[in-house]
């Protein structure tokens, strides 16, 4: 289920238990300008977790590797995707990430944030 700033996802039958919320939203820091900020929080195998990361603005559009990441570092299997399993939620998530920071397609990449975000 996606709705603006969220992106819920369950296991479907079959696979292992978990629900993951992820939440995200853009902050301003002083220093590094605007930041997407994620909170994802759940429960993976009934083990409960909450995390956070923040991406610079140029590099926010890799989110969907980082929460995988984040996931699979709390247990949930790599063969499990929480982005890309509901492909129209997933654009629709990009789409909103987008607009709430007023990206257009071809900006340009810094490449210290790529290390920064560890991309």
Do not use: C, W
């Amino acid at each position: 289920m996606f709705e603006p700033g969220h992106l819920h996802r369950a296991s479907l039958p079959g696979q292992i238990d978990y629900t993951v919320d992820l939440y995200y939203e853009v902050r301003r820091d002083p220093k590094e300008g605007p930041m997407l900020h994620f909170r994802m929080e759940g429960q993976i195998a009934g083990k409960a977790f909450t995390d956070e990361f923040e991406l610079h603005r140029d590099t926010a559009f890799n989110f969907a590797s980082v929460a995988s990441r984040v996931a699979a570092k709390h247990g949930l299997p790599t063969n499990h995707s929480l982005v890309m399993r509901s492909h129209d939620e997933f654009d629709k998530m990009f789409n909103d990430i987008r607009e709430k920071l007023g990206a257009k397609p071809g900006e340009t990449v810094n490449f210290d944030h790529l290390e920064k975000d560890g991309l």
